[in-house]
């Protein structure tokens, strides 16, 4: 099953022209990923990270995670919820 899932991943992110990340901190501790990211994310994907660390440590660890990228740091989810979903 996992297997599946890390299969099933690889694919929706290979394919993707726009990738958002919410809440994920991108550890250093997590190799595999950081590999696997590197690996299936389009280059030339929009890439959207939404996390409240603006921390400078965090954008490095983002750039190590996915080199050679355009990153736009989010620190509201708001930011990319369509605005239809917000209103009441």
Sequence with gaps: LI???W???KFE?????EVIFIGYSFPESDAPVK???????K????IKVVNIDDSSS?????ASYLPNRKVKHLSS?????????LEE
Aim: proline fraction near 3%.
């Design 3 to 5: 297997r599946q899932l």
């Design 58 to 62: 965090f954008k490095e660890r983002i």
């Design 43 to 46: 280059k030339d994907a929009e």
């Design 13 to 17: 992110l290979s394919k993707s022209d």
């Design 77 to 85: 989810i708001k930011a990319v919820i369509p605005k239809s979903f």
């Design 35 to 41: 590999l696997f990211f590197d690996e299936v994310i």
């Design 7 to 9: 299969e099933g991943a």
